[in-house]
């Protein structure tokens, strides 16, 4: 094995780090922010802090089910910009608008029609009445202002990926440091009540949020219009909304998968932390203060994953199916390499990060263990993501189906509820196991990119 095959040249690290930086600068700020928001609302108690984290557990479905929804248009939007065809960009923007209100409508229902049931089904575990109450209260409270969030969200869905996939990533990047400066500034007056404004507690951290949203909406939609010269793929782009039917086929064809998938890995995410509060409000809390870090650290492979997406994509688009190999090798190195220094800097910090919640000893000593033990897996995530991106940027989004969610659903959600009905483990051992089983994710992983079933050029006619 020769280990020049890893590594780029300083014009590939150039590339690389045109694409990923400014989308892991977004993702970082925005994650960061909700790091102080949810450490702001911590302030107010463990219950108000629980009820958010519950409710962002059913918002993550959703965002990830938009996503998912995007995702399959994104990899034709990516190959026809590639293959150096505009129009073909813009036919994808003009489904992702069609998807996009068909999303936003079906999960606008669900989550007003259903929250309630859903809300409680976390609230299932050890502790006392009053508390549960407590929490039910503030995770309604968080949720009735969040869904009107969701219309800024999408839209911003739309344009910017679409922004992303013809290589432009740092008009988005800017509108999501604003939206986030915004968010926290706002959190610290609406939540705690500053320059005479009443005291909104978590209402306030939600209606920050949604103004946040409302703002970076505002600017990605704005920039796309008036950067016209740049962005070609807007020029009469609403002279209408009919997307040729061959082409709706394919993305059908290759996006459905994708959107199926992100719904039931992130319904499947929920599912498990749903299994973990079975032992006790305690691990609601827990879960929620190490899932916030986790989202701080890994930052760096999610968004060197998106550059697998669009770089491979832009290849594969243009036919050049040994580069796509090879670039995708040298991607999927430094992904790694990346996970496993980021890991460690987690790790290190794992009992400094609970300490600044105002919670329990308990839950903070819990937190801890959690973050030490994601921090461990943050080098397998790396890969998984990597690998993930790969075959969706080839179309082999039926394969990303089984690597993904039908993986959690057979293997990690069984495995968790099993252990958590039937057996006595401590939570400790019990999380472990669960991320333990990731292992054989990532061999699936090896398997698919060795026989190089992604790569393929899905826009050549």
Known sequence: MNLKNFF?????????????????????????????????????????MS??????????VYNLCVFGLLAGPGIFGAQFYGKGSNEGVRQVFRFKIIIGAIALFGGAAILSLFGDGLINSYLTGDGQE???ALIFASAKEYLNIMLIGLIPFTVSQIYASTLRETGCTVPPMYAGMGAVLINLLLDWVLIFGRFGLPEMGVRGAALATVIARF?????????????????EFIKGAYKSLAVPLGLVKKIIISGLPLAVNEFFWSSGMAKL?????????????ATNI???????????????????????????????????????????????????FTGLIMAAFAGVFPELYNTTDEVKALAGYFIRILALFIPLHAFMNAAYFTLRSGGQTFITLLFDSVFMWVVSVPTALLLVTYTGL?????????????????????????????????VGD
């Not at 970082?28 to 909700?34: D, E, K, L, M, S």
């Not at 054989?440 to 393929?456: C, D, Q, S, T, Y």
Request: hydrophobic share 50%; charged share 15%; with cysteine.
């Open 8 to 48: 780029g040249d300083r014009k590939f690290y150039k590339t690389v780090f045109a694409v990923a930086v400014p989308i892991m600068i977004q993702n970082g700020i925005t994650n960061f922010v909700a790091l102080l928001d949810n450490i702001m609302v911590g302030q107010l108690g463990t219950e108000q």
């Open 51 to 60: 009820g958010t984290a519950v409710t962002n557990q059913l918002l993550f």
């Open 130 to 132: 009053g508390d549960r």
């Open 215 to 231: 703002a970076e909406c505002g600017a990605v939609v704005i920039y796309t219009h008036a950067s016209r010269g740049k962005n």
């Open 273 to 285: 932390n749903q299994c973990y509060s079975q032992r006790g409000l305690e691990v609601v809390a």
């Open 290 to 340: 190490s899932s916030t870090i986790l989202n701080i650290f890994n930052v760096v492979y999610i968004a060197l994953g998106s550059a697998v997406g669009i770089i491979v994509g832009q290849i594969l688009g243009s036919g050049d199916m040994k580069k796509a190999r090879d670039t995708d090798t040298k991607l999927i190195a430094f992904s790694i390499a990346a996970g496993a």
């Open 426 to 458: 401590d939570i400790k051992a019990v999380y472990f196991i669960c991320q333990s089983v990731d292992i054989i994710k990532v061999a699936m992983g090896i398997v698919f990119l060795k026989k190089g079933v992604w790569l393929k050029n899905i």
